[in-house]
């Protein structure tokens, strides 16, 4: 058996931003708590949709205590926010840092037997809905608005605990390409190949399956297209970008990914390397590794990156294509090309069985170990 998680409502295109007085509305909530980082709010990115509350003249209170690899404290002042503002729902605003902190709020406040954040790890058994949330990305990559995933940092220790819950899963999403477009040219590359890794990853995952494999080769078709012309700020690359990363959160949400996210995530809590820098560094590496125990899927994934002649390719020759076109696409958006300014060799034991015991490590279509995992690093400074 087979379950797919997916939003009540999601709205998509520029001026989306619009609906959310209405689902507010027609949803009987009476006030608003805002989850924004503070440099949305600095730079006017989170005023858009505030204005359309004012506007609307609904009722909201900001909560900003949000770090860019949100930590376990942040979680916890925004309980005590949401608690003391008396809101009834959470507009998250940003990237995954902003809805991934909304989660962890909104689960704890519907189940306060979940009060120590590190209980949520892994799958917690949780049994409401978190405070409804509705999710407003502000990048174009983690796609948090669509998934039943979400990463908290635990800085004590040095680690990303990654949480898995189906009641996490915002009740609206929002995306509205517009509220992208001031997103600088390394933030839209480092997203935008976050979100080509959850395509690639989540195609070759373990349990992946035909539905998901619909929305990740089209996901990757999307992003692929698109993705130089986002960095370039094109209204066309924008567009797509925001729907792309979206359909690939349709899919990984509910299969799962691999070690590419496994290996990102101790690099984000050791060093606080933005994730989509990390994925899009590690990815054709691991894709490399991965090859043997793909069957055919690298042609697939070859033709949707823009490869041409995939057809009359040996599976060999097909499985270089997609890695190169990975890479290329890597290259083209400013990705650097290793790990050399970011890891420091001393660091590898913990980084690798870090990334051992990830949540996401399982799902690689490869059984891997710690040596396996501790020679990728190697490869890569």
Request: charge should be negative; aromatic fraction near 6%; charged fraction near 25%.
């Amino acid at each position: 058996m087979n379950r797919f998680v997916l939003n009540e409502t999601s709205y998509h295109g520029a001026g989306a931003i619009n609906a959310i007085p209405d689902e507010i509305k027609s949803r009987g909530f009476g006030k608003v708590m805002v989850a924004s980082d503070p440099d949305l709010v600095k730079f006017g990115v989170s005023k858009k949709v505030t204005d359309v509350l004012d506007n609307a003249g609904i009722a909201y209170e900001l909560f900003t205590d949000i770090k860019p690899n949100p930590t376990i404290q942040n979680v916890q002042a925004g309980v005590e926010k949401f608690k003391a503002c008396g809101a009834d729902c959470i507009v998250a605003i940003g990237g995954g840092s902003s809805m991934d902190t909304a989660k962890a709020v909104g689960i704890i406040i519907a189940n306060p037997e979940f009060a120590d954040v590190r209980s949520l790890e892994g799958v917690a058994p949780t049994k409401n809905k978190c405070v409804p949330i509705i999710a407003v990305p502000t990048t174009a990559g983690t796609a948090a608005e669509v998934t039943i995933n979400y990463v908290i940092t635990d800085a004590e220790k040095n680690r990303k605990m990654v949480c898995v819950d189906v009641h996490d899963i915002p009740v609206v999403a929002v995306v509205d390409p517009d509220m992208m477009s001031s997103m600088p040219k390394g933030l839209t590359a480092a997203t935008g190949m976050d979100a080509l890794t959850h395509a690639i990853e989540g195609y070759i995952t373990k349990g992946a399956w035909e539905l998901s494999d619909m929305f990740h080769i089209k996901a990757i078709e999307i992003i692929a297209k698109n993705l130089r012309g986002a960095v370039e700020n094109t209204a066309e690359g924008r567009e797509g970008m925001a729907l792309g990363q979206y359909v690939a959160g349709m899919g990984f949400s509910n299969v799962g990914l691999g070690i590419v996210h496994s290996m990102a995530h101790p690099l984000g809590a050791l060093y606080d390397t933005p994730h989509g820098v990390a994925n899009a560094i590690l990815l054709p590496t691991v894709m490399e590794y991965n090859a043997p125990a793909t069957g055919d899927k690298y042609r697939d994934i070859a033709k949707a990156m823009g490869v041409e002649g995939t057809e009359s390719m040996s599976i060999e020759d097909a499985r270089k294509a997609a890695v190169e076109a990975v890479r290329q696409l890597s290259e083209d958006v400013g990705i650097p090309a290793d790990l050399k300014e970011i890891v420091k060799e001393e660091d590898i034991p913990f980084l690798a069985q870090s990334a051992y015991d990830d949540a996401c490590r399982p799902g690689n279509p490869k059984d891997t170990s710690v040596e396996e995992i501790t020679a990728l690093y190697k490869k890569l400074i």
